[in-house]
């Protein structure tokens, strides 16, 4: 399963705390290694400044030079959906989503894979971490 990463909302500038920021994506780094893919504004077309993003930013330096060496760069020019490999099974944890890329993802039946990450709600960390275990689950129980 491929997961698309938002930063801003999501990792940083969310009410959620550190140290559940840090569970998550400590969680996505030890099991989608392979598979995870930044989607966010701090990278796409020719530039991937994530590391300077999260850098700035209250996640531990090692955790940021951590997720720099194994999340992969996307790329897309306007709709992030454009850099979304519909062929394979995903979940796209974001905070915003546009209506044109709502459309896209309905177009794909794939509207359940976009996970709203909503950055006022201090339990938004923990939710996902709980999505992403049942999801590894399941798909260990399917294979
Ligand atoms: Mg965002």
Redesign the pocket.
Known sequence: MNIYL?????LRGAASPVEDRVELLDYILTNFSDSTYWL?THCRQDYNHTRAALFNSDLPKELVERASTIIQPSNFAVLKTDAIDFEKPFIWL???LFESEQKVLESHGCLVNHFYMNPRDPEMAKKALILLKNLKEENANTN
């Open positions: 938002d930063i801003d909302g999501v966010t974001d905070d915003n």
